[in-house]
Each structure stands twice: as C-alpha cells, then as structure tokens.
C-alpha cells in the first residue's frame, strides 16, 4: 500500500490543522493505520493508531484531549485533527500502515513521506 500525508503548514500556537493520509495501491481496509512524528535532532515518536474498521483509537499522551484520528475507507483516507497545537508540536507528521497496532515504529511497514507542521509562538 502507497502512502501520501498532506495538510501541514505553519499555524499559531493555540490553531488548528487538519492533516490526511491517502492510501493507495491495496485495499485501505485491511490496515491498521497510524501517525508518527519526529522533530529535529529527535526520535520518531507515535501519535496515535486507528484500527482498520476505525472502532478503536489509541492516542500518545501528548495529544490526547487535542486530536482527534479517524479514518473514511471508502475514501481510503485517514485524518489528523490537532487543535490547541503548541510550538513543541512542531514535526514531520508521518503516516503509517500495518497488520497491528503498536506504537513502536519498527512495527509499521508502509510509510507515507511526511508533511511539516509548524507551530509558531
């Protein structure tokens, strides 16, 4: 399965972006889907994951009450929503695909090539 994210952008401390991941290639459906980030000089760290149906939705500390995942198989898309974004937000925001849910990256074998989201103060 192709990946592509898309939807970042520069925005104030206190805003919002919506980001979406396009899936193609296979069906979307059969996947689990996730987002990660990574800022400068730091590890890629999980967002969080949505199961393949969307019934479940696991968040990272750091964005839960802030974001919002979901997924539309039938557009074989899956959304970020991030409000009161902070400048520590600041990232690459991947997207990824798998079999399970995991918030370790190793577990993820189809990536997206990234957006930047940039938070300023």
């Known amino acids: 399965v192709q990946l592509q994210a898309f939807g970042g952008g520069l925005v104030q401390t206190g805003g919002s972006l919506r980001l979406s991941c396009e899936a193609s290639?296979?069906?979307?459906?059969?996947?689990?889907a996730a987002w990660f980030r990574q800022a400068p000089e730091k590890e890629r760290e999980f967002v969080g994951a949505?199961?393949?149906?969307?019934?479940?939705?696991y968040y990272s500390d750091f964005v839960k009450g802030r974001s919002t995942i979901s997924r539309d198989n039938a557009k074989n898309t899956m959304y970020l929503q991030m409000n009161s974004l902070k400048p520590e937000d600041t990232a690459i925001y991947y997207c990824?695909?798998?079999?399970?849910?995991?918030?370790?990256?190793?577990?993820?074998?189809?990536w997206g090539q990234g957006t930047q989201v940039t938070v300023s103060s």
């Open positions: 990824a695909a798998g079999t399970r849910i995991s918030d370790d990256v190793t577990a993820w074998p189809y």
């Open positions: 290639g296979r069906t979307f459906s059969d996947y689990a």
């Open positions: 949505i199961r393949r149906t969307g019934g479940n939705v």
